[in-house]
């Protein structure tokens, strides 16, 4: 048991999936996993255990942002032994040519700034998803009904932004879509020898405006949940 993990030793499995939100974590484990049980509620950020083709997977919700999920995951990899972290979550699109439903695979996040950036003080961090993994996932997208895209995406610690310019060179630089966690993700699996990855979602757009409805939110999830299971093992 840790401080904001309540499950006991041997309930968590090396193999991490990570939603943001603590019912997409319930629905996610329910929906791909078999024998689940529940192994963590503390604060009511959900978290789950069961198997996938035989293979023992936990999803556990990680919070919005990069200070909440960097909580769990320090603690997952310190007190828990995670070996594989995949955070599966939504996410804005930034490019014209990325649509609504579309699945993002992070090949890198850039970022302001993380909880992690105190450490590197004035060196400007690149932060990278396992090679083994995103090479795993983009495979795993072949032939899927979905569209797929590779590349960098951008880690925001503000949600409701007001940095017009500051978007306007994502979209310049070729940045595929917004989230809040990836960046952080990253740099702590390099910082303790874990591999990790994130499989997100299009939910909105910030060029055109568009976003998914609530209702359809968890509908349009299955290929990302399946993309990062497959990777896992492959």
């Known amino acids: 048991m840790s401080i904001h993990i309540g499950a006991k030793p041997g309930d968590i499995a090396e193999t991490v999936l990570l939603p943001g939100d603590p019912y997409r ?30 293979n023992p997977v936990t999803i556990q919700g990680s919070g919005m942002g990069m200070p909440s ?51 590197f003080k004035e060196l400007s961090y690149a932060p990278c998803a396992d090679f083994a993994l995103l090479r795993a996932a983009a495979t795993a997208a072949e032939g899927r009904d979905v569209a797929t895209h590779v590349g960098g995406i951008y880690s925001s610690d503000t949600f409701y932004d007001e940095r017009p310019d ?7 630089h070729g940045v595929l879509c917004v989230e809040m966690e990836t960046a952080e993700l990253y740099t702590l699996a390099a910082r303790h020898g874990v591999r990790a990855l994130s499989v997100l979602t299009v939910s909105d757009h910030l060029i055109t405006g568009e976003e998914l409805p609530s209702s359809e939110r968890e509908r349009s999830f299955g290929d990302m949940v399946e993309i990062a ?4 093992f492959s």
């Open 69 to 119: 999920l960097s909580i769990y995951v320090n603690e997952l990899i310190r007190d828990y032994g995670a070996k594989t972290l995949i955070r599966i979550g939504s996410t804005g699109a930034m490019q014209e040519n990325v649509r609504l439903r579309n699945v993002v695979i992070a090949m890198t996040a850039t970022t302001v700034a993380t909880p992690s950036s105190s450490i």
């Open 25 to 54: 974590a319930k629905w996610a484990a329910e929906t791909f996993l078999n024998e689940v049980r529940l192994v963590n509620e503390v604060r009511g950020m959900l978290g789950f255990t069961g198997t996938w083709r035989g």
């Open 166 to 172: 500051l978007n306007e060179q994502m979209v310049r």
């Open 229 to 232: 299971l497959e990777a896992a």
